[in-house]
């Protein structure tokens, strides 16, 4: 993971395109947990 990130930074010297791939994980995740457990209903507090 460090060099990849170091290998973009020496081509790039941007940060932009390292933070849309961790957005782009973020939302893949978020898709993850929806298609994974799409039965889940909020917990009832009494």
Known sequence: ???????MLDASHSYALLF????GASFAALGAVQVLSPALKPAEIH
Not at 1 to 7: D, E, K, L, N
Not at 20 to 23: D, K, N, R, S, V
Request: charged share 0%.
């Open 1 to 7: 993971m460090a060099m990849f990130t170091g290998y």
């Open 20 to 23: 849309g791939i961790a957005a």
